[in-house]
């Protein structure tokens, strides 16, 4: 069974500061989705990453994958207040099913502090 | 820019009660999903569907829990005797081709806050 893990669960960080999330999953899979989420509020795609090596950045952040390591890192450079939110990684479950299945981790709670 | 949409945004029942949350997938999409999160947790898979039929559902959805694409356009949740545990925050999600190719990025829909009393 997939298993998705993201630490750490709660950060606070000052602004202009730098931070990574971490995502390891259990089982092979090479489709790796980040999301963010405000409080009430829908999920908004970040990142796909589709396979090994892949690395994207949209302004203050940048996601990558290593799927041998089943690990994902979203790194947040010089944060701004406006990144304060939570970010969930989502693993494809390709290794028991070919629906598309999503498991998400328990999510990453940023507040960003002037 | 397409997008999901879901009906209502919030709905109160009683416990015992049927409830259907409705949701209008992007129109080219092929797959479609349904998720929960209860407040505070994380997000878990209800059921995918797919060619008019379900093609994986999780142990969370048991008997209760039904899904319809009645018209071709609208994707429902039905959950036929709600109890307190299934308060919750409903996302719909869809995915289908981009350029040709089937694209497994998925689509959320606002949600549907769910309330039993």
């Known amino acids: 069974e997939l298993k998705v893990e993201q630490n750490p669960l709660f950060l606070s960080m000052q602004e202009g500061k730098n931070y990574t999330i971490y995502c390891n999953y259990s089982?092979?899979?090479?489709?790796l989705y980040w999301y963010r989420q405000d409080p009430g509020k829908s999920l908004e795609s970040l990142f796909v990453?589709?396979?090994?090596?892949a690395v994207k950045q949209e302004g203050r952040l940048m996601a990558s994958l290593d799927t041998k390591a089943r690990l994902s890192t979203l790194h947040i450079t010089a944060a701004v207040h406006d990144l304060s939110a939570t970010y969930f990684c989502?693993?494809?479950?390709?290794?028991?099913?070919?629906?598309?299945?999503?498991?998400f981790g328990q999510g990453t709670t940023l507040q960003v502090k002037p | 820019e397409p997008e999901v949409t879901q009906t209502p945004s919030h709905q109160v029942t009683q416990m015992g009660q049927e409830v259907i949350l409705r949701c209008v997938p992007i129109?080219?999409?092929?797959?479609f999903y349904w998720y929960r999160q209860i407040l505070g947790q994380k997000v878990e898979f209800l059921v995918s569907?797919?060619?008019?039929?379900?093609?994986?559902k999780s142990e969370i959805f048991d008997d209760q829990f039904s899904v319809e694409r009645p018209d071709g356009s609208n994707f429902t949740l039905k959950i036929r005797s709600t109890k307190l545990e299934d308060s919750a925050m409903y996302f719909c999600?869809?995915?289908?081709?981009?350029?040709?190719?089937?694209?497994?990025?998925?689509?959320f829909g606002p949600g549907t806050r769910l309330t039993v009393t």
């Open positions: 569907f797919y060619n008019n039929e379900i093609s994986e």
């Open positions: 129109s080219n999409h092929l797959y």
């Open positions: 089982t092979t899979s090479d489709r």
């Open positions: 999600a869809s995915s289908g081709l981009a350029g040709g190719r089937v694209s497994y990025e998925q689509y």
């Open positions: 989502a693993v494809d479950d390709i290794h028991s099913s070919n629906t598309g299945k999503l498991i």
């Open positions: 990453l589709l396979s090994n090596g």
